[in-house]
């Protein structure tokens, strides 16, 4: 099976840069994905990563290190509409050769005025 | 917009009770994911259908049941619900069936009550 670690709360203030760490154990690993939810709304897809190395969105970026099985999401110039959960996704393998996200608990960021 | 959409939004019912979800994927997209989300949980996948077939099974309850029809709309099927099964029920859609780099889509979710 696959499990995920991340922190359950960060609070940060506006215009500050803020890293949300992911932690992994999977067989079969394809990839890290993240996804932000607002409160009550649907996830919307943040960024994938499938290689080691630095992705960067606009104000966002996302870090793999696969040798580690760790990543990051890094949220630079927070806003006030930044708040929200954020969760860690690994895309792997599971029975049948479905690649299946499977979802970390979710970490919920607060951004300050 | 996602593009995915899902009714109902609110469904309120009673223990022992069954209830169908609804789920409309964006134009195009062949595979449909159900997850359930309880209070501050995070995402369970359910199950997968890809081009109406059957992909993938996750934590889904006996008690759940889903489809896929021609028109690549799906249901989820919940049957003598509990209590324990209010949650948020997210549908969500991608192009392809387990390309790693297939981005999923999700719709509004359709929140469930049981009382």
């Known amino acids: 099976g696959q499990s995920l670690e991340q922190p359950s709360e960060v609070t940060a203030v506006e215009g500050a840069i803020v890293q949300i760490n992911c932690t992994y154990q999977?067989?079969?690993?394809?990839?890290l994905s993240w996804y932000q939810q607002h409160d009550g709304g649907a996830p919307t897809f943040l960024s994938y990563n499938g290689l080691d190395g630095l992705e960067e969105t606009g104000r966002f970026s996302s870090f793999l290190s696969r040798s580690d099985s760790y990543g990051y999401l890094l949220l630079q110039e927070l806003q006030m509409k930044d708040s929200a959960s954020y969760f860690c996704a690994v895309r792997a393998d599971s029975s049948g050769s479905a690649r299946q996200l499977t979802f970390g608990s979710g970490t919920q960021l607060t951004v300050l005025p | 917009d996602s593009g995915v959409t899902q009714t109902p939004k609110h469904l309120i019912t009673a223990t022992g009770q069954r209830v169908t979800l609804r789920c409309s994927p964006r134009?195009?997209?062949?595979?449909v994911y159900w997850y359930q989300q309880s209070l501050d949980q995070g995402l369970q996948f359910l199950i997968q259908y890809y081009n109406g077939e059957e992909r993938a099974k996750g934590n889904i309850l006996e008690r759940f049941s889903a489809q896929q029809f021609p028109d690549l709309h799906s249901e989820l099927n919940l049957s003598s619900l509990e209590l324990g099964d209010s949650a948020l029920y997210f549908c969500a859609s991608s192009v392809d069936r387990d390309r790693a780099t297939d981005t999923q889509y999700f719709g509004p979710g359709t929140r469930l009550t049981v009382l």
């Open positions: 999977t067989s079969g690993f394809y990839g």
């Open positions: 134009s195009g997209d062949l595979s």
